[in-house]
């Protein structure tokens, strides 16, 4: 499929996906634990620029310094490069089809992101990179061309917003444009040496919304900037601690921006601010077992919303391989055993979960009667 037919972005992120995967689904509702389709690996949980990943705002993500009184909530905590080769090694092994390197912190302020890219890429697994898009080393933008997809984190049009919203400096701002435009390039440059269409890299923004960003000028300025930077979609988030109501008031607002501006053919922008962020259907969790997270404290959690808390610890890989523990009877009884509804209050990936219960004998005895 060519670039410019590729228009329906909302299924970028559609819960269906899951369904693509139904030998996996098939073992799940077997009572079997098969191996994940993607895990998100934060290399880094230090970030330059303070921005909203998923998964850092639970409590095991802060250092504490008990001798000292202190808590750290930007950790320099970084997976050992050799580690992190070891484990897209053992997915590669075990038949993971990609790889998400995302927050935790930046993987762009892991000093080795650039090699640690080009592995997964080596090791024919599917990359995907969620960044701020500062820092990033010189040379991975001919890497990132070729990944799966690139998301750079971006929430405002102007460096001194940003550099008020996220504590850093204005030229932070002009790091993460250059990293988008310098992407967008080497994708060109790669097109132009004859990669296929559909090897080379889906580059958008992710925007968590917010009382600065609901403004229409802002996202009028927000949406042209990233049609001129060559980004192919703007993805809507919703900040986990919203109100609904407030959700309504900035889906209000966008709707009235998305009236008065014609989004350029080519940029496409997917609403995920009303995405339901309910609490799980029901107890059963399926979605740890297809896309589970590890972080740079190399522990592995059921998801990114419940990474660095007790209740999302499937286990943790200091001492053993990813393979060794995904295989254990430790980390079978741990999914097995859990129960979302006590454990999780909001579920990002409710829809996923509802699928694959109904894809279950056990969640759905009458699944042959259509
Ligand atoms: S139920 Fe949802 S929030 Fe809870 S662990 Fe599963 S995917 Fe994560």
């Known amino acids: 499929?060519?670039?410019?037919?590729?228009?329906?972005?909302?299924?970028?992120?559609?819960?269906?996906?899951?369904?693509?995967?139904?030998?996996?689904?098939?073992?799940?509702?077997?009572?079997?634990?098969?191996?994940?389709?993607?895990?998100?690996?934060?290399?880094?949980?230090?970030?330059?620029?303070?921005?909203?990943?998923?998964?850092?705002?639970?409590?095991?993500?802060?250092?504490?310094?008990?001798?000292?009184?202190?808590?750290?909530?930007?950790?320099?905590?970084?997976?050992e490069t050799d580690r992190a080769i070891a484990l897209i090694?053992?997915?590669?092994?075990?038949?993971?089809?990609?790889?998400?390197?995302?927050?935790?912190?930046?993987?762009?302020?892991?000093?080795?992101?650039?090699?640690?890219?080009?592995?997964?890429?080596?090791?024919n697994l599917d990359l995907s990179f969620v960044t701020t898009g500062v820092g990033l080393t010189g040379g991975v933008e001919d890497v990132l061309a070729k990944a799966s997809g690139v998301r750079v984190l971006l929430d405002c049009s102007r460096p001194s917003a940003y550099a008020t919203l996220h504590g850093c400096r204005e030229t932070d701002f002009s790091a993460a444009m250059?990293?988008?435009?310098?992407?967008?390039?080497?994708?060109?440059?790669?097109?132009?040496?004859?990669?296929?269409?559909?090897?080379?890299?889906?580059?958008?923004?992710?925007?968590p919304m917010h009382d600065g960003i609901n403004e229409l000028h802002e996202?009028?300025?927000?949406?042209?900037?990233?049609?001129?930077?060559?980004?192919?979609y703007v993805l809507l988030v919703r900040r986990a601690a919203w109100p609904a109501a407030q959700a309504v008031d900035v889906m209000n607002r966008l709707e009235r921006v998305l009236l008065d501006?014609?989004?350029?053919?080519?940029?496409?922008?997917?609403?995920?601010?009303?995405?339901?962020?309910?609490?799980?259907?029901?107890?059963?969790?399926?979605?740890?077992?297809?896309?589970?997270?590890?972080?740079?404290?190399?522990?592995?959690?059921?998801?990114?919303?419940?990474?660095?808390?007790?209740?999302g610890l499937l286990g943790s890989v200091a001492e053993q391989s990813f393979i060794e523990f995904w295989q254990s009877s430790e980390a079978a009884l741990e999914l097995r055993e859990f129960d979302a509804l006590s454990k999780c209050f909001i579920c990002p990936y409710a829809a996923e979960n509802a699928l694959l219960a109904c894809e279950s004998k056990e969640h759905n005895p009458l699944g042959n009667f259509l």
Do not use: W
């Open 261 to 311: 501006l014609s989004v350029p053919a080519g940029l496409a922008l997917i609403d995920r601010v009303m995405k339901t962020r309910s609490r799980p259907p029901r107890g059963f969790c399926g979605y740890q077992y297809l896309a589970p997270y590890i972080g740079a404290d190399l522990n592995v959690y059921r998801c990114p919303r419940m990474a660095y808390s007790e209740g």
């Open 89 to 123: 090694d053992n997915m590669a092994e075990m038949g993971v089809k990609a790889v998400e390197l995302t927050g935790g912190g930046d993987p762009a302020a892991h000093p080795d992101h650039l090699a640690i890219c080009k592995h997964v890429l080596e090791r």
């Open 178 to 207: 250059d990293s988008l435009r310098l992407i967008a390039s080497a994708r060109r440059r790669a097109l132009r040496d004859g990669a296929d269409e559909n090897d080379v890299t889906v580059l958008g923004i992710e925007c």
């Open 219 to 232: 996202m009028k300025s927000l949406l042209q900037m990233a049609y001129g930077a060559g980004v192919d």
């Open 1 to 79: 499929m060519k670039r410019d037919q590729f228009r329906d972005f909302d299924n970028l992120f559609s819960a269906h996906k899951v369904l693509r995967h139904s030998n996996r689904v098939e073992l799940l509702s077997e009572g079997k634990v098969p191996s994940p389709v993607c895990v998100r690996l934060a290399i880094s949980d230090y970030r330059p620029v303070q921005m909203d990943f998923e998964g850092e705002r639970n409590g095991m993500f802060d250092s504490q310094n008990a001798k000292a009184g202190t808590v750290d909530h930007n950790p320099r905590r970084f997976i």
